[in-house]
């Protein structure tokens, strides 16, 4: 297999000390330094580029500050720019050929598809994965699905002698609940495998609130985690976590009126950190928590 040829930068020598000392050797990179933006010509640097048949001949970037521009060489008035946060994403496509500054450009476009629709639905009502409506005071777990839940595939072995009640909870991932200082008095939604607790909702004038021990779930508009709260008083507006519905009657979770679904990042084998995750990676490429209401 042919070596991937360098990938050609620009930098600004005002922002050079933000590019860090690894770039001249991340995707084999060949770095030349400009001054300011004024010094900026698209068409020279294309040439630049051409000059050089030992470097990367399809595109080339400019980078200033924490911006990254990657210039189409035949074509310099394509161009797309993207943020350090997706460098190590985007970079190596590019440099491998299996992306190109339309495919970009067409992947933004199609964001907005990504994002939840902040509209509510009409007289909600929650319901399981059969469609029947959930009553207030009715306890249910919250099933989290993920590609070894998705693709069913349970080794026997595993399941061999256990009761009826653990294989419930067998090879499933839930929504657990867990507290920072182990007393209770500070509740948050995590993810657990094998392990569930029972849920409820109640409907206060037309809102239905997902509840666990009497508390109310809420978001913490002061704390910067995105993560899901229990509390004992009902949530302001701003406070509130709102249910969408998706494929197959299961759901996902957003603040009241938001756009950025919760996520799910398991940070060991069995446990799992739940939170609103609005990060550049998380928006594009990312999957939003799906949830599957189980009757208990």
């Not at 653990?166 to 839930?174: G, I, P, Q």
């Not at 657990?192 to 109310?216: A, P, R």
Request: aromatic share 12%; with cysteine.
């Amino acid at each position: 297999m042919a070596a991937k040829k360098p990938i050609h930068y620009f930098v600004c020598s005002e922002g050079s000390d933000s590019l860090g000392l690894d770039i001249a050797t991340d995707d084999n990179t060949i770095v030349e330094y400009f001054d300011s933006e004024n010094d900026v010509d698209l068409a020279k640097f294309a040439e630049i580029v051409k000059s050089k048949p030992n470097c990367g001949q399809k595109h080339f970037i400019i980078y200033k500050g924490d911006e990254y521009r990657a210039v189409e060489t035949d074509n310099v008035e394509n161009t797309y720019v993207f943020s350090s946060m997706l460098r190590y994403r985007i970079l190596p496509k590019l440099v491998a050929g299996t992306e190109t500054i339309d495919t970009l450009i067409d992947g933004d476009k199609n964001l907005e598809n990504r994002l939840a629709k902040p509209e509510r639905q009409p007289e909600f009502k929650l319901r399981d994965a059969n469609g029947e409506i959930i009553p207030d005071g009715i306890k249910f777990a919250l099933q989290i699905l993920r590609g070894r839940e998705e693709d069913e595939d349970d080794d026997e072995e595993d399941t061999e002698g256990l009761s009826k009640e653990e294989l419930f909870y067998c090879n499933k991932d839930w929504i657990g609940v867990n507290s920072y200082m182990g007393d209770g008095k500070d509740y948050f939604l995590c993810a657990q495998e094998s392990n569930c607790v029972s849920f409820e909702c109640e409907t206060i004038d037309e809102v239905v609130y997902l509840k666990y021990d009497g508390g109310y779930f809420y978001f913490d508009i002061d704390n910067k985690s995105g993560g899901i709260f229990i509390g004992k008083a009902v949530p302001t507006k701003e406070q509130r976590v709102q249910i969408h519905y998706i494929d197959d009657g299961d759901i996902c979770l957003t603040g009241w009126g938001g756009r950025v679904y919760v996520a799910c990042e398991w940070i060991k084998s069995a446990y799992g950190v739940v939170q609103i995750d609005d990060r550049e990676e998380q928006l594009r490429w990312g999957s939003p928590m799906k949830l599957r209401l189980v009757r208990l």
